[in-house]
Structure formats: C-alpha cells, structure tokens
Antibody, heavy 118, light 106 residues
C-alpha cells in the first residue's frame, strides 16, 4: 500500500524557517516525480514544487523561488521541503504527492499544517 | 504566468450529468488532470492525461480536452460526488491548478 506521511509542520514567526518531511513507502521511490502542493485556509490548491525521480531537476512556483528548497533522499525514501524566510501568506496545509501534472498526482499525504504568525 | 479558469460553482440534481470546465491558453495541447476534494480530506485524482481514470475511480467520471477547454463529466451524479474539483496542467517548468469548482448535488 502506498503511503505518504508528512511531518515537520508547526507555528513559526515571519522570517523563520521550517523543514517539512514526507516519508514514502509501498512503492519504488526512485521511479517517481514527487510534488508539494499547499492549500491556504479556505482557498484552493496551489502547486509549490516538483522534483524529478532522480533529483536532477527541481521546479518551483515563482512565489517561493529562492526561499524554498526541495530535495529527496533515496536511502530513506524521504522527500523534504526546506522553507526559509517564511511569510504570513505561506500559511497553509502542505501536501506531499506522488507524481506530477504530467502523470497526475495519484497519491497524497494527509498534509502538514504550517502557520506563519507573530 | 499560465492560468486555468474554472467556474466557481456547478449545481446538478442527483442522477443527472455534471459538466465542469477548465479553460486555458492552448490547453488542448497539454495534458489535464482532475482532482476531487471533500471537506477536511486530501485531494483524490479522478482523471489524468485528459481522459484516463485511475483504478478505483467509478466509470461515471470521464474527461476530455480540446482547444482551450478541458472538461470533467460526471454521469449519473450521486450525492457522494458533492465536493470541490480542481483541474491541473503544466506549462514548461511550471505546474498550475485551476481555482476550483464547488459541485453541489441537490
């Protein structure tokens, strides 16, 4: 059974940092693109970032470029999103997903809540 | 930046056909996916690569994509289909979701 479990969310002050993790199991991690999608309270889905199956390329939404870094560890089947210079408008539930727009994100985690507030 | 436009809401009676559109520049030249999200739950992929249905998704869900419009069709809509629906595509190195459509079944 495919499982994606996010962790690392929480409350952080504006300008602070946070690292989200996504533990993947039940599939060959290195065969898939992986994606982070976020959803602000009461709002729609927003694509954040995608990493190729081999980690060779990463793509980011303009609003997080230079602040967020996406990485993956094939030894531990984990996906990471390191978030720096956090802003109030980064407040959202962050979902880890298997796949990308090209193939469809066919499995999603339960989400990690990130709140940026003073 | 690339944008996808969806109607904010669609209403349908149980048993009828629901039709949700998603518009974008030359969208028909790209692949579109569709996701269903119910309150408090993670999204679920219901259509990928325009018209393919993942395993476990009922046959009443179908998709199409041509010109500037992708569409999700739900035939014989059931009350359990009431949810928010989002389209998705990508352009060069950017992925994008539509704003979402709230489907009401009443």
């Amino acid at each position: 059974e495919v499982q994606l479990v996010e962790s690392g969310g929480g409350l952080v002050q504006p300008g602070g940092s946070l690292r989200l993790s996504c533990a993947a199991s039940g599939f060959t991690f290195g065969d898939y693109y992986m994606t982070w999608v976020r959803q602000a309270p009461g709002r729609g889905l927003e694509w954040v970032a995608t990493i190729k199956h081999d980690g060779s390329e990463r793509y980011y939404v303009d609003s997080v470029k230079g602040r967020f870094t996406l990485s993956r560890d094939h030894a531990t089947n984990s996906l990471f999103l390191h978030m720096d210079s956090l802003r109030v408008d980064d407040t959202a539930v962050y979902y880890c997903g298997r796949g990308s727009a090209a193939s469809g994100i066919d499995h999603w985690g339960h989400g990690a809540r990130v709140t940026v507030s003073s | 930046s690339y944008e996808l436009t969806q109607p904010p809401s669609v209403s349908v009676s149980p048993g009828q056909t629901a039709y949700i559109t998603c518009s974008g520049d030359e969208l028909g030249d790209k692949f579109a996916s569709w996701y269903q999200q119910k309150p408090g739950q993670s999204p679920v992929l219901v259509i990928y690569q325009d018209a393919k249905r993942p395993s476990g998704i009922p046959e009443r869900f179908s998709g199409s994509n041509s010109g500037t419009t992708a569409a999700l069709t739900i035939s014989g809509t059931q009350t359990m289909d009431e949810a928010d629906y989002y389209c998705q595509t990508w352009d060069r190195t950017t992925e994008v979701f539509g704003g979402g459509t709230k489907l009401t079944v009443l």
